[in-house]
Each structure stands twice: as structure tokens, then as C-alpha cells.
């Protein structure tokens, strides 16, 4: 078990980052390029497979909204499962997210799977951003 703390300043009211967060049902190939295809599996349920450095990745996550302060991720299935909580707190200047990740892998080391994290943190982060300031104006 790998447990890896970040955070970021999304540059938008927190109302808008809860736009953001919805988007991700209807919209999460533009938002991540990375993912090849999503399906609904339940109301909080879906499968992605990613592309993970040229491999293809399938990934279940259940999603637990709790707006407007809280958004927990478990993952069920994948090359990493476990649990990510992101907290948001409005802030001069934007919303600061804090994201706590509590994950395992059956398939890398400790040292490979928080590299492994903090990239998906960063990625992701880097998407949401660029999908909120180019095509979630203010």
C-alpha cells in the first residue's frame, strides 16, 4: 500500500470545478486524451481503458460525489485500485485541491507505484486544467 499526498490550484471558482467534475461523465475522452473509451457501468460506476506509455489499461472506478467540498475515486479494477479522495476549498485566486491516495498493485513495486500516482495526479490535473481554462471559460 502506497499512500501519496498533492495538491493544485485550479484557477476557476469551486462552482466551476463541480462543472468540471460533472463534465467527466459525458466528456472524459476530451477532458483525458489518454483514455480510449469510457462505459457507464452504474450511475457512479464506469470502465475506461487508458492508455498507459503505449499499453492498453482497463480501469473500473466507482465515483462518490459529496459537492461541493469532497470527490472520492475507488478503484476497483486496474493496474492500481485503492482509493483517492480530493477535497476542495475556494481560495483567493481559485479552488485548491488536496488529493489523498491510498493505492496497491499487484503488479508494481512501492517505488514504481508512487511514480505511478504522482504521474496519474499530474496528468490528470494538467487535463482538467486545460479542459477548464480552454473550453470551460470563465
Not at 37 to 44: D, G, P, R, V, Y
Request: proline fraction near 4%; glycine fraction near 6%.
Amino acid at each position: 500500500m502506497v499512500k501519496v499526498k498533492d495538491d493544485g490550484l485550479f484557477p476557476a471558482s469551486r462552482d466551476k470545478v463541480w462543472e468540471l467534475i460533472q463534465a467527466h461523465q459525458t466528456d472524459a475522452q476530451t477532458i483525458h486524451p489518454r483514455i480510449k473509451s469510457a462505459k457507464q457501468l452504474t450511475e457512479n460506476t464506469r470502465e475506461m481503458v487508458w492508455d498507459m506509455g503505449g499499453q492498453s489499461m482497463k480501469v473500473v472506478a466507482k465515483f462518490i460525489p459529496s459537492p461541493p467540498n469532497q470527490l472520492t475515486i475507488d478503484f476497483l479494477e486496474g493496474p492500481m485500485t485503492g482509493k483517492m479522495v480530493n477535497t476542495y476549498t475556494e481560495v483567493q485566486g481559485g479552488t485548491k485541491v488536496v488529493t489523498e491516495c491510498d493505492m496497491q498493485s499487484k503488479f508494481m513495486d512501492e517505488k514504481q507505484l508512487e511514480g505511478a500516482v504522482r504521474q496519474f495526479l499530474i496528468d490528470g490535473f494538467d487535463d482538467d486544467v486545460r479542459y477548464l481554462t480552454t473550453k470551460m471559460k470563465k
